[in-house]
T-cell receptor, first 112, second 114 residues
Framework: GQQLNQSPQSMFIQEGEDVSMNCTSS?????WLWYKQDPGEGPVLLIA?????ELTSNGRLTAQFGITRKDSFLNISASIPSDVGIYFC????????????FGTGTLLAVQP | DAGVTQSPTHLIKTRGQQVTLRCSPK?????VSWYQQALGQGPQFIFQ???????QRGNFPDRFSGHQFPNYSSELNVNALLLGDSALYLC?????????????FGNGTRLTVT
């Protein structure tokens, strides 16, 4: 099935460092979303972006909807141990449903 | 306020068997989507139900079928199970079909086919 290109695949950082990850697509999306998934749980919505160029923050998290509508990035500032998990981007093509196409995921490990 | 709930949490089946997974949407939500997440990959869209009808379907064979009930809960059925059907099956609900309504996911059902 179709998946978005997400990078990096994994990151191993020290507590307090900033993190950046991005997602690209060959198709245009109407909505970009970022989810975090912990082991044994479902994805939890972090940020939703609805307009090209939109920059949105949620605490230490900041995400942007690319101008071309084919990319998005997520930044995490001052990382803490509980930031550990897998981060997924997801794009919504629009139309009749809110079906999502997910990225390949970024595994984040934070060392105290 | 209960979120999306799924049952069972884990399931082991044998090749060729049939399985039914269940989902109750978040309170106030009327649209249910199902996703399959293989190990190490992102979730893949199976189908979406709204007003008790399948509204859109991903690239999955007819062995995968579903149903939505009047109370908005949903079932995913998989017939003639294959080893490759082993995955985490996620249910997601949203508030308005077709609108900018973010999906909220349950914790999934881990299906193992032996």
């Amino acid at each position: 099935g179709q998946q978005l290109n997400q990078s990096p695949q994994s990151m191993f950082i020290q507590e307090g460092e900033d993190v950046s990850m991005n997602c690209t697509s060959s198709s245009i999306f109407n909505t970009w979303l970022w989810y975090k998934q912990d082991p044994g749980e479902g994805p939890v919505l972090l940020i939703a972006l609805y307009k090209a160029g939109e920059l949105t923050s949620n605490g230490r998290l900041t995400a942007q909807f690319g101008i071309t509508r084919k990319d998005s990035f997520l930044n995490i500032s001052a990382s803490i141990p509980s930031d550990v998990g897998i981060y997924f981007c997801a794009g919504q093509p629009g139309g009749a449903t809110n079906k999502l196409i997910f990225g390949t995921g970024t595994l984040l490990a934070v060392q105290p | 306020d209960a979120g999306v709930t799924q049952s069972p949490t884990h399931l082991i089946k044998t090749r060729g068997q049939q399985v039914t997974l269940r989902c109750s949407p978040k309170s106030g939500h009327d649209t249910v989507s199902w996703y399959q997440q293989a190990l190490g990959q992102g979730p893949q869209f199976i189908f979406q139900y709204y007003e008790e009808e399948e509204r859109q379907r991903g690239n999955f064979p007819d062995r995968f079928s579903g149903h939505q009930f009047p109370n908005y809960s949903s079932e995913l059925n998989v017939n003639a199970l294959l080893l490759g059907d082993s995955a985490l099956y996620l249910c997601a609900s949203s508030g308005r079909q077709g609108a900018n309504s973010p999906l909220h996911f349950g914790n999934g059902t881990r299906l193992t086919v032996t």
